[in-house]
């Protein structure tokens, strides 16, 4: 079946320092990948998307890129704030009914 | 911009009581989704309607869940009586066909 493996947290980062969130799938078919972001006590928030092979999504600074050749969708942001602190989640959406599998998430935490 | 709706934000209850949650999913969004997030792990989709029908209901406890969206708008997930183990957040979500879903605040169960 159709998986989603992040790397283990937390993660801790000083303030601009250079994030890399790694996320690996497996699917069949041609998934759609996105990252989610949830701040403390709140839902999810989609932060990014890509639908197909080398697609580049982007928002608020942090980007992935769709490699269909690595089956990855890491999530990087060159220079992190102490806000970015929250918990991110890798997923992938297949099929017609509309899916959404997710990863076990990844907790940032960035420090002054 | 618009969102998802969800009531309450918060409920404490003690075992052996009955609890229902609310959920307004974006407006146009024909599918709707129910999801339980139990405390540091992803998401688990507990059910998922396409317009007022039931797409996937196979990971909802049916013994003591359920959940209607009764003129394929707005929904209700219910459980009676609740356990201990229940305790989570439980989250809506709505999408438009093959597309993005959009997450709610989340409604934050404690179960006594």
Redesign the interface.
């Given at each position: 079946g159709d998986s989603v493996t992040q790397m283990e947290g937390p993660v801790t980062l000083s303030e601009e320092a250079f994030l890399t969130i790694n996320c690996t799938y497996t699917a069949t078919g041609y998934p759609?990948l996105?990252w989610?972001v949830q701040y403390p006590?709140?839902?999810?928030?989609?932060l990014l998307?890509a639908t197909k092979a080398d697609d580049k999504g982007s928002n608020k600074g942090f980007e992935a890129t769709y490699r269909k050749e690595t089956t990855s969708f890491h999530l990087e942001k060159g220079s992190v704030q102490v806000s970015d602190s929250a918990v991110y989640?890798c997923a992938l959406?297949t099929g017609?009914?509309?899916?959404?599998t997710?990863?076990?998430?990844t907790r940032l935490q960035v420090t002054l | 911009e618009a969102e998802v709706a969800q009531s309450p934000r918060y409920k404490i209850t003690e075992k052996s009581q009955a609890v229902a949650f609310w959920c307004d999913p974006i407006s146009g969004h024909a599918t709707l989704y129910w999801y339980r997030q139990i405390l540091g792990q992803g998401p688990e989709l507990l059910v998922q309607f396409q317009d007022e029908s039931v797409v996937d209901d196979s990971q909802l406890p049916k013994d003591r869940f359920s959940a209607e969206r009764l003129k394929g708008v707005d929904s209700t997930l219910k459980i009676q009586p609740a356990e201990l183990g229940d305790s989570a957040m439980y989250l809506c979500a709505s999408s438009l066909p093959s597309a993005p879903q959009y997450f709610g605040p989340g409604t934050r169960l404690t179960v006594l």
């Open positions: 759609s996105f989610y006590g709140e839902g999810l928030q989609l998307k989640f959406l017609t009914a509309s899916k959404l997710f990863g076990t998430g | -």
